[in-house]
């Protein structure tokens, strides 16, 4: 036990502010992984396929099955 005459100083248990450059850099290195992720999402996002409207029939556009007209 420390006595009344001399108490140990503890250094702080954060560092402190961060300087401006180190905030920029880390405001700008998160703004580009976020636009990254984003733009990966929106690249690789995939349409959903929809049903054809009635007034589309389809004559002649489908293609054959592979291996559907071969008989034994």
């Given at each position: 036990?420390?006595?009344?005459?001399?108490?140990?100083?503890?250094?702080?248990?954060?560092?402190?502010?961060?300087?401006?450059?180190?905030?920029?850099?880390?405001?700008?290195?998160?703004?580009?992984?976020?636009?990254?992720?984003t733009?990966?999402?929106?690249?690789?996002?995939?349409?959903?396929?929809?049903?054809?409207?009635?007034?589309?029939?389809?004559?002649?556009?489908?293609?054959?099955?592979?291996?559907?007209?071969?008989?034994?």
């Amino acid at each position: 036990m420390p006595t009344a005459g001399y108490q140990a100083r503890r250094p702080p248990a954060h560092a402190g502010r961060l300087r401006p450059w180190e905030r920029v850099t880390i405001t700008l290195v998160f703004v580009l992984l976020a636009a990254a992720i984003t733009v990966i999402m929106v690249l690789t996002a995939r349409p959903q396929p929809t049903a054809p409207s009635p007034h589309e029939h389809g004559h002649g556009t489908e293609q054959p099955r592979p291996g559907g007209d071969q008989r034994r």
